[in-house]
Every structure is written in structure tokens, then in C-alpha cells.
């Protein structure tokens, strides 16, 4: 919902660049022919505290997110990207990570390395770049004065970038071997990719935002030139500026170096929502572990369904932190060393996913009854006020820890602007929150909390039950 907690297996994956810069297709026309650059100021938008957002749209449909904080003399800067992995399509998984690892290779105008060489002498911290089902964003942090260099940086590689096939095998190789680290050679990925591809059997959610080996093996450079061309462009990303920096002087420098890039058109996921699920789903793994584990996914909605604030409060109280259910029963009980609960979902809606570590020779069947038992007592008994509140100042506790820096204000006022279209959700959300009552979360436990919406994947020891 509001700052959805990243689940401990749900990781993004952060790039890195390497290799070197050969001749070969680079993006479409950057500029249009004598073409006029126009702003729109969209008005402000509350954030927290006293502090509003500045919104701008350009001509060419960038969007521009500024949050002036003076606090330190330094900025952050993010580039949010509508493009995830739910923009792809069957048989060409994987493109838009890839594409997160792509972005730091060379550009029609600046050779392979002078990217992360110029914002290193620039003394950027936190630069970074993460991809998810619906997103994919870059970020850095850097001194105050350095604002039009990352603008020349970030506008250059938006619409200038090589893609041909060195650069593009090189570049699967290390997602290939990030895959094998990440998923392959990973009980915790192996499982997370397995209750997706249970849960969702029609919706891109299906497939691992990492993709799929052999997909990764058969894409093509024209593909991947296609799909950069189809999804980088203005009009397909927002611009957040959070720092020691004055509006109106970003924004000249905006409309100076991204005002005359030419908008395309986007390719949107136009499939069907993922039908419900009518019946409990299950999978044993046996994997190189020394414990058993369980990820049990109910399915949800998106984040802009009506129940989702509720959702979030119900998976505090279900088992996100120490005084919640499942933790008292599975951890306090000796049955498991750790848990733990999320809503780890998006456009095309989600899983409420409780993952569950088990003690050395406890059984992962144990653990499925406790939870089923839980689930049980939550649908006739429900929860107390007591629990309600305690749950709310924990999770608005997470929330205003991620405020405390520059990128952690740019990363929920982009994943708002993504997933909901308006930063002052963040401010309604939290007011939406705080009148959230027990009746509400009862009811979405009752409505969404069911074993006939539920999938589960089950790993044991490599021979145990064999």
C-alpha cells in the first residue's frame, strides 16, 4: 500500500555496469525539429509535515517531482520508469531487469564507464538502481551543486543508449549469473519464483522479474532495441528531485536537457486480471537446506483496491513483528527461528506472504497446521482494539523511518507516483490508516485469508521424504 515493506526474499535487483563500448544501435531521435518546450505546473501536493511537493509536466509528458529540503547541501535524484517486468510477455522474460543492468553501458554520446566514472568524481553516494514487477528506477544522491550533471547523465541515457549484441551477451551473462545466485542456488528464491508461478498462471506476474534463463539466451538485439524504444521515453517516467535545490531553477535545467526529447509511443500490458483462485495450491521442494521452510501466499488486490490500507495493518497484526500472532505462536513456541508477514503486491494485485523458518528438526507440516489453526481463531474471534494499535504505531513507525534521508523521501513519493499516480496518496493513505477499525480488519482477514486462496510451497532437506 503506502510504503509497502520489500519481503525479505522479494528482493529488487540492484545493477551494476561493466564492459566495454562497441559500435552499434542506438536509441531513436532525440530531439525534436525546432519543437517548443513547454512546463506545466501542476500545483503542489501535501507530503509529511509541513512539506509539499512540486509537481511539473513538460510538453513532451515527463513528469517532475521537487521536494526542497535544506536541511544538508545535497539532493537526491531518481528516475522512475512505468516498466516492469508485467510489461513484458511470454518467451521475452526478463527484459526490463536486464534493461536495469543495460543502462549503465555506453551512449551514442558518452563511451562505456564515463557514466559511473563522472558521478564518482562527482562525489554521488547510494547510486543504485532497482526493478520491479511494475517499475524500474535509478538512483543517486549527490552535492548540490552537481544538479546539471546528472540531468546531462540521466537525459543522455534515456533515449541514447547502445544496445547491440556485445553489449547485450555480456550483459545476460551477468544476469544469468545473478539469476543462479539469486534464484538457482537460493532455497528463499527458489521458492518466492515457485509461489508466484503457482499464484498467478495467466498474469505476467507469473514469471520472475529476473526472468527466465533460456528467455534471457533468445532475446535478440532488435527486441531489446525495441523494448528500450517502446518504454524509455519522456512520457513514460518521472523525474524525482528531493533535496537542497529551488524549483524553479531545476526546472529550467530540466526543460534544457530532457525538454526537447521526443515522446513515444508506450506498449502497456492490455491482458486480462489473473482469474480468482478457486482452490488451495501446493508444492514440495527438496532443496540443499538444514531446516524445513514454508511460504504460504493468500491472494490479494492491487494496492489501489479499497482494502488495501486494511491489508497492511492486517499483516502486522497477523506476523510482521514480535507481538503479532503467528510470531508468538511459530517463534515464542519453539516451533520456528523466524517469521514473518507482508502484502507484497501490485497493478495486477499480489500475495499475502507468511514465510516460516523452522527450528532444527521441526516439521514444515507443523508449522502449515499452526498457521491454518491461527487462521481459524482469526475468522471467529477476530482481533482486539489493543492489537489494532499497537499495529498501527508499528507500521507508521516503518513509515517515518524511511523518511529520514533525501533518497528515502524520493523512493516513496516515486513508488506513490508509480502504483497510485499521486504523491498526496502517501499523506491520505496514513490519514486512511488511522481510522481503520477492528471490524475492517477483521472482515478483510475473513474475505482474503482463506485456504481456497491460498498457495504454498513447502522445502525440506535434500532426501528427507524422499
Not at 187 to 195: K, N, S
Not at 443 to 457: D, E, G, H, I, M
Request: aromatic residues 10%; neutral net charge.
Amino acid at each position: 500500500m503506502l510504503f509497502r515493506r520489500t519481503p525479505r526474499l522479494n528482493y529488487f535487483y540492484c545493477t551494476f555496469a561493466i564492459a566495454t563500448a562497441l559500435a552499434g544501435c542506438s536509441g531513436r531521435p532525440t530531439r525534436s525539429a525546432g519543437g517548443q518546450v513547454g512546463t506545466i505546473y501542476r500545483g503542489e501536493e501535501p507530503f509529511f509535515g509541513a512539506s509539499k511537493a512540486h509537481r511539473y509536466e513538460l510538453s513532451n509528458g515527463l513528469k517532475v517531482l521537487i521536494l526542497e529540503d535544506h536541511s544538508s547541501p545535497t539532493f537526491s535524484y531518481h528516475t522512475w520508469f512505468d516498466v516492469g517486468s508485467l510489461d513484458e510477455e511470454r518467451g521475452l522474460t526478463g527484459l526490463a531487469h536486464l534493461f536495469e543492468h543495460m543502462m549503465f553501458k555506453a551512449t551514442s554520446n558518452r563511451a562505456e564507464g564515463i557514466f559511473d566514472r563522472t558521478l564518482e568524481s562527482a562525489g554521488v553516494e547510494g547510486e543504485n538502481a532497482f526493478t520491479s514487477r511494475d517499475y524500474t528506477a535509478y538512483v543517486q544522491s549527490l552535492p548540490s551543486d552537481k544538479l546539471e550533471l546528472i540531468m546531462q547523465l540521466e537525459s543522455d541515457r534515456m533515449v541514447n543508449l547502445i544496445v547491440n549484441k556485445a553489449f547485450l551477451d555480456k550483459e545476460r551473462e551477468v544476469v544469468k549469473n545473478e539469476r543462479r545466485f539469486r534464484t538457482e542456488n537460493s532455497p528463499e528464491g527458489t521458492m518466492y519464483e515457485t509461489i508466484y508461478d503457482m499464484a498467478f498462471t495467466h498474469h505476467p506476474y507469473h514469471w520472475p522479474v529476473i526472468g527466465y534463463e533460456k528467455d534471457l539466451d533468445n532475446a535478440q538485439p532488435q527486441q531489446c532495441l525495441d523494448f528500450y524504444k517502446n518504454h524509455y521515453a519522456p512520457n513514460n517516467a518521472t523525474v524525482v528531485i528531493v533535496g537542497d535545490v529551488n524549483p524553479g531553477h531545476a526546472v529550467g535545467l530540466i526543460e534544457k536537457y530532457y525538454g526537447a526529447l521526443i515522446p513515444q509511443p508506450v506498449r502497456r500490458y492490455s491482458g486480462k486480471d489473473e482469474p480468482e483462485q478457486k482452490g488451495g495450491r501446493s508444492k514440495i521442494l527438496h532443496l540443499s537446506i538444514p531446516v524445513e521452510k514454508v511460504f504460504a501466499g493468500y491472494r490479494v488486490p492491487g494496492p489501489r483496491h479499497a482494502d488495501g490500507s486494511a491489508l497492511e495493518l492486517l499483516a502486522n497484526l497477523v506476523g510482521h513483528t514480535q507481538s503479532s500472532r503467528l510470531y508468538r505462536r511459530l517463534v515464542d513456541g519453539g516451533l520456528a527461528s523466524a517469521v514473518d508477514v507482508s502484502v507484497d503486491n501490485g497493478k495486477g494485485g499480489g500475495l499475502f506472504l507468511i514465510t516460516a523458518f523452522l527450528q532444527k528438526g521441526r516439521r514444515a507440516q507443523d508449522a502449515l497446521q499452526t498457521i491454518e489453526a491461527e487462521m481459524w481463531k482469526i475468522h471467529r474471534e477476530g482481533f482486539t482494539a489493543e492489537e489494532l494499535r499497537t499495529a498501527l504505531n508499528q507500521y507508521r513507525f516503518e513509515l517515518f523511518s524511511g523518511l529520514e534521508s533525501n533518497s528515502g523521501k524520493a523512493r516513496i513519493m516515486g513508488h506513490m507516483e508509480i502504483e497510485y499516480g499521486s504523491v498526496a496518496k502517501a499523506v491520505e493513505d496514513i490519514n486512511t490508516m488511522s481510522k481503520i477499525t477492528v471490524a475492517d480488519v477483521n472482515r478483510v482477514a475473513r474475505r482474503y485469508l482463506r485456504t481456497s486462496q491460498r498457495s504454498t510451497v513447502v522445502a525440506l532437506p535434500k532426501g528427507a521424504g524422499q
